[in-house]
């Protein structure tokens, strides 16, 4: 058999370093670029536009619900022509999406709710809701740019497993430390495919060119990300849990033969045949991270499951998420919490943490109640 159908079959036969056809060629930039481990193999991806589909899908079915119009005092709803799928008030949700209760509604994570009611299932359908048509945009913009790419080479099984895991990750530490707030977005999934890429990068390094600026790359891209995850209204555990979850999995799911491995049963004749498949610290690797995966994962599920609150444990965790300064509170990040008193025909609501108050007409509908207390709250 040729070289040609060596490479069709996988092997891992490369030239020299000043070749271009390395595994994971880098561009100027420094931007890792995932290619297939063969252009013999090269997956097309179905998975990453059939999520963004269902995310999409699923933020229409969440306005449907929302119904803005007949749950909205003051007929304040942004883009009235929509009708029914018209958006909330900006200053309920600066988003512009639907409102909370819209959320809790089609599966919103709701950590009283998944551990008093028995509602694990929000756990995972939280990463298929958004809280607004720019927090969708965002997310699968950047679900675009990194999963395709992931996809075409890996294939779509590991790469959904990954995604999957992740944001079931990211759920899970999001509950166990956020317990008075409401989380949705598909953030924890996409982080997990940033830790799977770091992963990816180190238990691969020896197929790797350009490898200090890739590594580079890929550590400032998170790190940022992670920054901005301290501003108030943004669940940075659930981006902690699925990067950690997509990193440890990425040394399970992600490593490839080494450069010099040739299947017997494709070499040409006449070739050396290296039959050790996988170098012995990509083999150590793989097991400290399942070992690891499996334990952590098992272990916050049953801490969530049994109402502990991590900041019971952690007094200073509250700060990966949130950190107060002078231009915001952290303590008004969580949901709307109003009082109500009536007099005659009138009521008096009041947001509890910042006190701002308005009166309305004392007949009105639960719905309409909590859509006006978020507009004070925020």
């Not at 040729?2 to 996988?10: K, P, V």
């Not at 197929?207 to 580079?216: M, N, Q, R, T, V």
Request: one cysteine or more; glycine letters at 8%; aromatic letters at 8%.
């Amino acid at each position: 058999m040729g070289e040609e159908d060596l490479e069709r079959r996988g092997s891992m036969r490369r030239r020299s370093s000043s070749s271009s056809k390395g595994v994971h060629p880098v561009h100027d930039s420094g931007a890792p670029v995932y290619l297939p481990v063969s252009q013999g193999r090269r997956w097309i991806p179905l998975l990453i536009p059939t999520i963004v589909v269902a995310n999409i899908v699923m933020f229409i079915i969440t306005m449907y619900v929302n119904n803005c119009p007949a749950n909205t005092a003051n007929d304040q709803c942004l883009a009235k022509f929509l009708k029914r799928f018209s958006f909330q008030p900006f200053s309920e949700n600066p988003l512009i999406g639907p409102s909370t209760r819209a959320l809790q509604q089609v599966g919103a994570l709701d950590t009283n709710k998944v551990v008093h009611d028995h509602q694990g299932w929000r756990l995972v359908s939280c990463m298929w809701l958004h809280a607004g048509v720019i927090h969708l945009v965002a997310n699968m913009l950047s679900l675009l740019v990194i999963g395709i790419k992931l996809e075409q080479e890996f294939g779509f099984l590991k790469i959904g497993l990954i995604y999957l895991l992740s944001g079931l990750g990211g759920s899970l530490l999001s509950s166990l430390f956020l317990q008075n707030r409401i989380s949705v977005g598909a953030s924890g999934a996409l982080f997990g495919l940033l830790g799977a890429m770091l992963s990816e990068l180190i238990t691969n390094w020896s197929i790797y060119e350009s490898k200090c600026g890739a590594l580079f790359t890929l550590i400032v891209v998170v790190a940022v990300n992670l920054a901005v995850g301290i501003l108030p209204h943004v669940d940075n555990f659930a981006h902690i849990g699925g990067f950690i979850v997509g990193f440890l999995a990425g040394f399970v799911l992600l490593l490839l033969p080494q450069r010099e491995y040739v299947n017997l049963a494709t070499a040409a004749p006449g070739q050396l045949v290296q039959r050790k498949r996988h170098k012995p610290y990509q083999c150590v690797l793989l097991v400290i991270a399942l070992i690891l995966l499996i334990a952590g994962m098992s272990v916050t599920m049953v801490l969530v499951l049994r109402g502990v609150d991590g900041n019971d444990k952690c007094s200073w965790c509250h700060y990966l998420s949130c950190v107060p300064t002078s231009r915001w509170n952290c303590d008004d990040a969580g949901v709307a919490s109003c009082t109500t008193v009536q007099t005659g025909d009138t009521l008096q609501v009041t947001c509890v943490s910042n006190n701002q108050t308005t009166l309305t007409a004392a007949n009105q509908s639960n719905s309409v109640l909590e859509s006006l207390c978020a507009q004070l709250c925020n």
